[in-house]
C-alpha cells in the first residue's frame, strides 16, 4: 500500500478543499494576511526554487521540490489541523489532495519530524504504520535544507542564524536549539551536494566572494596591505570573483579600488550604490520624508549623516569627535547643510554609540515607528534604511546582473549590517573580531582582521578547489 493510500486509510475524511493547484496562491488560503507561517513557506519555497534552478533539476523534479518546501508547514493551518503534528496534518491533506507519493513523503518526515515524535508517544504510534523515513532522498534533504535557511518569519537565514534565533526565542540549552544543533551536519552535507552539483553544470569553480571592508579586510583609515591584495589577485586569476560591499561611501574609496585593480562590482552605503566598469549608480530604494525624519533626530540632540549619490549632508554641528569617526574610517565629511530635496537619498546614519542605551533604543524605535531599517554599522554609528534592503541585495543585484548560481558564493564580514548577506550567500563568514552576535550567525569564523583572515580564508578556497574537495573549507566550520 502506497503511503498516499496509508494516509487516506487512516484519516478518511477529506479536506474541504482539493480542488486548486498546489501553487502559492492556494497555499495563501490558509493563512490570514501578513501570516510569518505564510512567509516562512515562502522563504523556504523561493530557497527551492534556487536549489532547483542552479541545479538544472529537470522539470518534474523541480515541481515537486518547490511544491513540497512550499507546503511542509500547511500543517499548521487551522482548517487542517487533525492530530496537532504538523508534518502529519499537511501530509494527511497531500495525500487526499493526490499530490505525489515523494511530496507526501517528504512533508511527513521533513527536519526534525524523527526527533519530535520520541517525545509524542501517540504520533509516533501513527508513524510505525507508515513508510519508514526515506534516509537518501534528495527531495527531502532538500527540502530540509529548504526550511532549516528560512527565517520563522521569512527572511533568508544561514544555518546558524537559524540556531541562534532558536536559542534566543527558547533558550541556549532547551530542546529546539539543540535539535537544530543535531541537524546541522547533515544539512550542511546536503548544500554542499547541492553547490557541488552547481559547480559541475554550470562550469564555475570558485565562489563569488562578498567582502565587508573595514575590520574586515582592513583596519580602518588603513589600505589594503600587499598580502591581501596579493591573495585576491590570485583569486581572480584563478577564475574567482570578489565584490568589496561596504557601508561606505563609494565616492570615499573609488580611489583605493582602482589603486588596487579590483574590477569589481562593488557596492557602498550598504547595498544601495554600485560601483561597475568605472561608473557608480545607485542600485537600491531610497528613503521618504528625509527632512522629517531628520528634524526628529535634531530634535532629540542626535547629530545625523544623510547620504545622497555624490555627497553627504548635514544640517548638524558636528563635534570633533564625531568627524574624527569619519576620518579614522576614511570616509568623506559630511557636507554642512540642508539634503536638497531632489536628491535620492540611501540612508541616515545617526551618532549613536552603542554604549549610549537610551539614544540606541530611540533610534530603533523610530525606525519601527516609520517601517524603516535599523543597523549598526561600526560602534559609533546606527543607521536608518529603506526595510528590507541592505547588502544581501546587492549581491543579489551583481550574481543576477552576471547570470552567476547565486549560491556558490560567500560572504564576509563582522558587523550587523553585514548579517543580510549571511543569510543570502551559499555560506557565511565572519572574522575572529567580529562583533560577538555576528560571529554566532556565521558558518565559518577565520583569523582576525589583522591576522590577514580573508588572505588565509582564499588559500584554502584555491586548495580546495585544485583537489576538487568540499566547498566550504571544513578547518574553519563551527559545529554549534
Not at 583569486?235 to 557601508?247: D, F, K, P, Q
Amino acid at each position: 500500500m502506497s503511503l498516499k493510500d496509508k494516509l487516506t486509510s487512516l484519516f478518511p475524511e477529506k479536506p474541504a478543499r482539493t480542488d486548486q493547484k498546489l501553487d502559492d496562491t492556494f497555499a495563501a488560503t490558509f493563512f490570514p494576511e501578513g501570516s510569518p507561517r505564510l512567509a516562512h513557506m515562502r522563504r523556504a519555497a523561493h530557497m527551492a526554487e534556487r536549489i532547483a534552478r542552479q541545479c538544472r533539476l529537470e522539470a518534474p523534479e523541480h515541481e515537486k521540490l518547490v511544491t513540497a518546501a512550499l507546503f511542509h508547514d500547511v500543517g499548521y493551518s487551522e482548517e487542517l489541523k487533525r492530530t496537532g503534528f504538523h508534518p502529519l496534518d499537511g501530509a494527511v491533506f497531500l495525500a487526499h489532495y493526490g499530490a505525489d507519493n515523494e511530496v507526501i513523503e517528504s512533508v511527513l518526515w521533513h527536519s526534525s519530524t524523527v526527533h519530535d515524535i520520541t517525545y509524542k508517544p501517540e504520533i509516533e504510534a501513527i508513524y510505525r504504520k507508515l513508510t519508514p523515513r526515506p534516509e537518501n532522498s534528495f527531495l527531502l534533504r532538500a527540502v530540509s535544507l529548504c526550511d532549516f535557511r528560512a527565517s520563522p518569519r521569512g527572511e533568508a537565514f544561514s544555518f546558524r542564524q537559524r540556531i541562534h534565533e532558536l536559542e534566543q526565542r527558547f533558550g541556549t540549552g532547551s530542546i529546539p536549539p539543540s535539535i537544530a544543533r543535531s541537524m546541522l551536519a547533515a544539512s550542511r552535507s546536503t548544500l554542499s551536494d547541492c553547490i557541488k552539483s552547481i559547480r559541475e553544470v554550470h562550469g564555475s569553480g570558485l565562489p563569488w566572494i562578498f567582502c565587508d571592508i573595514d575590520n574586515t579586510l582592513v583596519t580602518p583609515g588603513t589600505i589594503l596591505d600587499e598580502e591581501n591584495r596579493t591573495a585576491l589577485h590570485r583569486y581572480m586569476e584563478a577564475g574567482g570573483r570578489v565584490s568589496l560591499i561596504t557601508g561606505k561611501h563609494l565616492v570615499s574609496i573609488r580611489e583605493q579600488l582602482e589603486e588596487a585593480e579590483l574590477p569589481g562590482p562593488h557596492s557602498g552605503i550598504n547595498g544601495s550604490i554600485m560601483l561597475d566598469k568605472g561608473e557608480i549608480k545607485p542600485i537600491g530604494p531610497v528613503l521618504e520624508k528625509v527632512e522629517e525624519l531628520e528634524d526628529i533626530l535634531m530634535n532629540e540632540g542626535i547629530n545625523y549623516s544623510t547620504y545622497c549619490p555624490d555627497t553627504i549632508w548635514t544640517r548638524c554641528d558636528l563635534s570633533e569627535a564625531e568627524l574624527k569617526t569619519y576620518t579614522d574610517v576614511g570616509e568623506m565629511l559630511p557636507v554642512k547643510g540642508a539634503t536638497p530635496e531632489n536628491e535620492p537619498v540611501f540612508k541616515v546614519l545617526t551618532f549613536s554609540h552603542q554604549s549610549d542605551r537610551e539614544r540606541c533604543r530611540f533610534v530603533r524605535e523610530l525606525a519601527r515607528r516609520k517601517g524603516l531599517g535599523c543597523v549598526r554599522t561600526a560602534e559609533h554609528f546606527l543607521e536608518l534604511c529603506p526595510e528590507g534592503h541592505g547588502k544581501h541585495s546587492a549581491a543579489e543585484t551583481i550574481m543576477r546582473n552576471h547570470d552567476w548560481p547565486d549560491l556558490h558564493s560567500i560572504s564576509i564580514g563582522d558587523s550587523e549590517n553585514d548579517i543580510t548577506m549571511f543569510g543570502f550567500t551559499g555560506y557565511s563568514v565572519a572574522v575572529a573580531n567580529a562583533e560577538p552576535d555576528v560571529a554566532a550567525m556565521a558558518d565559518m569564523i577565520i583569523p582576525r582582521c589583522e591576522e590577514n583572515g580573508v588572505a588565509r580564508l582564499i588559500d584554502e578556497l584555491l586548495n580546495s578547489a585544485m583537489r576538487d574537495s568540499e566547498p566550504a573549507p571544513e578547518k574553519w566550520l563551527m559545529n554549534e
